[in-house]
């Protein structure tokens, strides 16, 4: 079942001006539900530019965003309605953090949708779970707190308000391999246990194999391909050819074949490596 659908979308920056640049160009994408989706392409792909308008953040030049299938935009003064349906993580989103405490801050989504103060405060409680905060932070400043903790704080902000669709631009830019294994622990946990289905974008191919079941890539503002991951990935010279890769334990499982070790075309996790290496020479899979 669809959950999210892209319909013959176009968006145009500066429209009629000297300045005028086409950022998506008659775009179809179908997001499908309790499924992680990860958005791949390089900068300029037009991959910022479709996620904020999955929660009506911009508006198409043409073409609709449908959810469940309804065009959001078909009342724009309920847009509103979408955005708690439908949230947005930003890249950076800890420079977006302004109330007194960390509580406060995870709290303004939800506070804004009309609940009372204990279900506000259950809400906070279980988003800090997803991201790893300790409930010891919640009264202290979010401007006290290290990078890290500011983005986990940001990003609970959103998931307190519990979206059906959870929507991150590169939420583990700048982060250590601990903190990114950690936030994105974090989001899986969430769609889960929540039933959401997530949307990630990201530049690194070896997050989008670990953690997504399918896959969007982006080219020039186009849909360049899109399915499940296994799909994706084996396509290799395709994604090659608009400068994109895949994970760096695929091409040594590639490279392995030339000597006449052969794991498998869908190893793209350095798990999944291992285990078929144990299989391959005799050992217990783990």
């Known amino acids: 079942m669809s959950v999210l659908k892209i319909e013959n979308v176009s968006y145009v920056y500066g429209p009629k001006t000297p300045f005028e640049v086409t950022a998506l160009k008659d775009v179809n994408i179908q ?6 989706t990860g958005i791949i392409g390089h900068t300029g792909s037009g991959k910022s530019t479709l996620v904020q308008m999955f929660n009506g953040l911009i508006r198409p ?10 065009d959001i935009w078909e009342k724009p003064k309920e847009i ?10 930003m890249q950076y989103p800890e420079y977006q953090l302004f109330e007194e405490t960390v509580r406060k801050d995870i709290a303004y989504g939800p506070s804004n949708m009309g609940l009372d103060e204990a279900q506000i405060q259950e809400r906070v409680l279980r988003a800090i ?17 290290s990078g890290g903790q500011k983005r986990r704080a940001a990003i609970a902000g959103v998931m307190a308000m519990e979206p059906e669709i959870l929507v991150l631009d590169e939420p583990a830019a700048g982060l250590d391999p601990a903190g990114r294994s950690s936030i994105f622990k974090g989001i899986v946990r969430y769609a889960k246990e929540r039933g959401a289905s997530v949307i990630i974008v990201s530049h690194s191919m070896e997050d989008m194999a670990r953690y997504c079941d399918d ?3 982006m080219n020039n503002g186009e849909l360049f391909m899109a399915g499940d991951k296994n799909e994706i990935f084996s396509k290799g010279e395709e994604l090659k050819s608009i400068g994109l890769d895949v994970p760096q334990i695929t091409e ?13 075309r869908d190893i793209y996790t350095v798990e999944a490596a291992y285990n078929a290496l144990l299989k391959l020479f005799g050992g217990d899979i783990v």
């Open 31 to 36: 997001i499908n539900e309790n499924r992680i």
């Open 61 to 70: 030049t043409s073409g609709r965003i449908l959810l469940d299938g309804e």
């Open 80 to 89: 509103g309605k979408v955005r708690f349906r439908v949230g947005l993580v």
């Open 129 to 145: 779970e997803f991201v790893g905060l300790e409930k010891s932070m919640l009264d202290k400043s979010p401007f006290d707190l």
């Open 215 to 217: 896959l969007i890539v």
């Open 252 to 264: 040594f499982v590639l490279e392995l074949e030339k000597y006449g070790i052969y794991l498998g």
